[in-house]
């Protein structure tokens, strides 16, 4: 069974720079045609895929935020890091990372295209 779990700041100010990691556990993020998202939902508004870096070590980034995001990962830890910065008000979501295949058609914001997810983590952009 995998699973995901993310971590980081819970409160940041604007202007700063976000820094949320997802640790694995229970698969590797270098397994063959995996890729690892993450995603953000603010309050009351859609799901918004923001990037994933794939088994590879790959990235690709949702061109509405790619300016200001960057993906990492550490496979000795099993983990992967996402990097957002010049954070706003806007930015206040609950943020998630789950895995995809890449071997499938579908598109990575789309919610079915991912089998196991973290359960989220609250960022909240606020002086």
């Known amino acids: 069974q995998v699973q995901l779990q993310e971590s980081g700041p819970g409160l940041v100010k604007p202007s700063q720079t976000v820094y949320l990691t997802c640790t694995v556990s229970g698969g590797s993020i270098d397994t063959i045609y ?15 895929w923001i990037g994933y870096i794939s088994y590879t070590g ?14 990492s990962r550490d496979t000795s830890k099993n983990q992967f890091t996402l990097l957002l910065s010049s954070v706003t008000p806007e930015d206040t979501a609950v943020y998630y990372c789950a895995r ?9 914001s789309a919610r079915e295209e991912y089998d196991y997810w973290g359960q989220g983590t609250q960022v909240t952009v606020s002086s």
């Open 34 to 48: 995996k890729y690892w998202s993450w995603i953000r939902q603010p309050p009351g508004k859609e799901m918004e």
């Open 58 to 71: 790959s990235t690709v980034y949702n061109p509405s935020l790619k300016s200001r995001t960057s993906i």
């Open 100 to 108: 995809g295949d890449m071997r499938s058609s579908g598109s990575p």
